[in-house]
């Protein structure tokens, strides 16, 4: 039996909750963004939507950037079922798409890292360095990860489809997705030292059930 989805909710009550959650949200966005909300595609205010939603925010209506047509090229991707690579197990656990990959604690994570005195972040993305390369990125928690990735655009002309770029925290967060943005890669990214697992989780969903053409 196939059950109808919205926000995670499937009985008629949870819907009803999640939609009335949403409309709440909508005018909240409205609020934040007043007249520069008609800049936003329908498709990039529902990823707002979907990242103001899960953290209770609307402050993110601001922050979020996207380049490039990042969501087309998203859809595309997972249409494709191009590899997701994240920078932490607890963003995978939240994605809903199998061909998702964390190697932050693969044994040859472990190995490189300790070889080459890096971290396990960085590490991980060097191991994940095949799969990046036309696939898709989504880091949440470390940006010495979203570096590392940008060097390799840069040094090692690997090209992903798209990044999902929103590490939080105060060291170096803010720097890396700015350094995202001055990429030739299509990127969402947050400004400022805001971000995290909810939000990575909730954009990559957003662009996976587009892909699927369900509700986002």
Request: charged fraction near 30%.
């Amino acid at each position: 039996m196939k059950f109808h989805e919205f926000m995670g909710a499937i009985t008629k009550e949870g819907i009803s909750i999640a939609e009335k959650s949403r409309e709440i949200v909508r005018n909240k966005i409205k609020n934040v963004l007043g007249d520069r909300i008609n800049k936003y595609s329908k498709e990039e205010l529902a990823i707002i939507e979907r990242v103001v939603h899960a953290t209770a925010d609307e402050e993110y209506a601001k922050l979020i950037y996207f380049k490039d047509n990042p969501i087309g090229e998203g859809v595309k991707a997972i249409k494709e079922n191009k590899p997701v690579v994240v920078d932490i197990n607890m963003i995978k656990a939240g994605i809903r798409y199998n061909n998702t990959y964390c190697f932050i604690n693969d044994k040859k994570t472990y190995e490189l890292a300790q070889e080459e005195q890096i971290t396990r972040a960085v590490a991980s993305m060097r191991i994940a360095k095949d799969l990046i390369d036309d696939g898709v990125v989504v880091i949440g928690n470390a940006p010495t990860a979203l570096l590392e990735v940008i060097r390799m655009i840069n040094e090692e002309d690997i090209k992903p489809r798209v990044v999902v770029g929103v590490p939080v925290g105060f060291v170096q967060a803010s720097e890396s997705k700015a350094l995202l943005r001055e990429t030739d890669i299509p990127s969402i990214t947050t400004i400022g030292p805001k971000g995290g697992t909810p939000v990575a989780v909730s954009i990559i969903n957003g662009i996976i059930a587009m892909s699927k053409n369900e509700k986002v």
